[in-house]
């Protein structure tokens, strides 16, 4: 059955991706939204957007992400990763529609020894994780029906400002970098989130599912950033040394968890998925940078 589906931060990493595979699903009406669109930070705005329109699906890609930022532009970020998220919930409650939003590994406190669970104990380090967590108990406290958060790790794309795209950016301007190696989780291709989120639109365990749920999805597989580092110059290829460093000799205004590592059995159950290698999905990410306008490798 066709569907109706509205995506905001459609300029974005994951809108860009779902906007490039949308074609894949030539039965639905897409809207791709962006900042110039509709300001996510102005609530009163987001009403009157949605007030005499009428989609079956908001896919929730726009964020503020900015996480060194978000410590001293408080208000900004809660306005876009929480208030929006409340609203955009009750729309998808009084419409009676799906919401699928994007929330991070950030609402850990990154001390855990097993992958987080859906169940495990939140513990935000700064206000980018706490606004994400403040806009997933805005959806639970809602709870709109066949509706899903998804929170995810480490995302990079072809598209947008990404770790991949800086280390290629640097890797050739410089002949060595320091990269952390103390910080460990595992990278998620904007383009594999993407596709589930387009399957999971049009499964059966959606459409009989009451109230809203949350799930874990990156990529399968483990590393840290110097690792992450290290697999980029190879596949790239760039010549460039990559030198391990610990947190504390790059200190940030945010605190980055130590370990982001996600369980992903939920999603994979309850959709039957199958979840890419990261090592797998980088080199197809690195070869559409390779052939696009101004980022040749």
Not at 249 to 260: I, M, Q, V, W
Request: charge should be negative; proline fraction near 4%; hydrophobic fraction near 40%.
């Amino acid at each position: 059955m066709s569907k109706r589906i509205v995506v905001t931060g459609a300029n974005g990493q994951l809108g860009s991706e779902i906007r490039e595979l949308s074609s894949y699903f030539p039965d639905d009406v897409f809207t791709f939204i962006t900042r110039q669109d509709l300001d996510l930070s102005d609530a009163s705005a987001i009403q009157v957007w949605f007030e005499n329109k009428d989609f079956d699906v908001i896919i929730n890609c726009a964020a503020y992400t900015a996480v060194d930022k978000a410590e001293t532009e408080v208000d900004l970020a809660t306005a876009i990763n929480a208030t929006a998220v409340k609203i955009l919930a009750q729309i998808a409650k009084q419409k009676a529609i799906s919401l699928l939003h994007i929330s991070t590994d950030y609402v850990f406190a990154g001390d855990s020894c097993a992958p987080y669970r859906e169940t495990d104990a939140t513990n935000p380090q700064g206000v980018y994780g706490q606004s994400k967590l403040d806009g997933e108990l805005a959806m639970l406290a809602i709870n709109p029906d066949r509706s899903v958060i998804i929170r995810t790790s480490w995302v990079y794309s072809r598209f947008g400002n990404n770790f991949v795209k800086t280390m290629i950016r640097l890797g050739k301007e410089r002949k060595e970098l320091n990269v952390i190696y103390d910080q460990v989780g595992t990278p998620t291709s904007a383009k594999d989130l993407a596709l589930v989120l387009l399957m999971i639109i049009q499964s059966p365990q959606l459409e009989a599912q009451q109230g809203t749920e949350i799930f874990h999805y990156s990529n399968e597989g483990v590393c840290s950033w110097y690792d992450f580092a290290i697999a980029i110059f190879k596949a790239a290829p760039i010549r460039c040394k990559v030198n391990p460093i610990e947190t504390k000799d790059y200190p940030t205004p945010a605190k980055r968890p130590h370990y982001s590592l996600l369980n992903k059995a939920k999603i994979k159950n309850t959709f039957n998925l199958s979840i890419p290698y990261w090592r797998d999905s980088l080199p197809e990410c690195l070869e559409h940078i390779k052939y696009s306008k101004g980022d040749d490798l």
